[in-house]
Nanobody, 121 residues
Framework: QVRLVESGGGLVQAGGSLRLSCAAS????????MGWYRQAPGKQRELVAT???????NYADSVKGRFTISRDNAKNMVYLQMNSLKPEDTAVYSC???????????????WGQGTQVTVSS
């Protein structure tokens, strides 16, 4: 069974920084794209950033220039460095991965449980 577990969330003042980590564990064959999404109270989940296995990055316009996504393919981990945080960045941040189990043929999307990020003004 494959699991994605996020860490690094918390409470920070506006202008501060946080670094989120997401570890994929279990019987993993291969991982393609990985990404971070967020959901604020009363709002739909939205894409924050994605990164391909080869390192091609994509960001939401709202976080460009402030957030940086990276990954470690050897460790099956993805990171999100968040700088210049704003109160509107407050949300539950979840990671996902397009993953093929070791014994499987097809890729499917796995999600973590999420970690709370709260930015105070």
């Amino acid at each position: 069974q494959v699991r994605l577990v996020e860490s690094g969330g918390g409470l920070v003042q506006a202008g501060g920084s946080l670094r989120l980590s997401c570890a994929a564990s279990g019987s993993i064959g291969s991982i393609n794209a990985m990404g971070w999404y967020r959901q604020a109270p009363g709002k739909q989940r939205e894409l924050v950033a994605t990164i391909t296995r080869g390192g091609i990055r994509n960001y939401a316009d709202s976080v460009k220039g402030r957030f940086t996504i990276s990954r470690d393919n050897a460790k099956n981990m993805v990171y999100l460095q968040m700088n210049s945080l704003k109160p509107e960045d407050t949300a539950v941040y979840s990671c996902n991965a397009d993953l093929r189990p070791y014994s499987g043929t097809y890729y499917y999307t796995n999600w973590g449980q999420g970690t709370q990020v709260t930015v105070s003004s």
